[in-house]
């Protein structure tokens, strides 16, 4: 008997661990939209207010937030840095290439990373204020609709992951 109670017991809470799991996806994808709201902040006052070069800019932006995105900012600017005839384009898409697993966002969102990637360093310092700008208008929307979905799916995961296994240790017992 002991030995059942024992194996419910397991069943219970890696079927709860598993409703966590898949829970934290939608919380990880929000830290991520909203880590990246506040680094393209950031780069739209270092560029526009302080006309720091895109690689210090990146630079101080990675140290100033954390996370995936942050690491994309570092390896952006690694990549500026290292006169390796890098674009600015090239060396972000690079960046979110070596780190794309990590952010846990759609393929929706990802757009939004890579159109970041393609705006940054190429124009003057009044047009990178608009289309920076523009981004973080865009973004704003994604992160409302990513924390709805985050508020609905955070409940019924961890929810069904522990109704789930109580259920299925009844059917064992």
Known sequence: MILKLTGAALIVASCGMTGILFSNKYINRLDSLKSLSVCIEMLRSEIVYGHIPLAQASKTIARRSSGPVADIFSDFSDLLASKQGYTASLAFEKAIDKN??????????????????KMIGISDTANQEKSLNLLSKQLDVLIDRSMTEKDKNVKMYRNLGLLGGLGLAILLL
């Open 100 to 117: 794309a697993a990590r952010l846990c966002v759609n393929n929706e969102e990802m757009d939004v990373f890579k159109t970041l990637g």
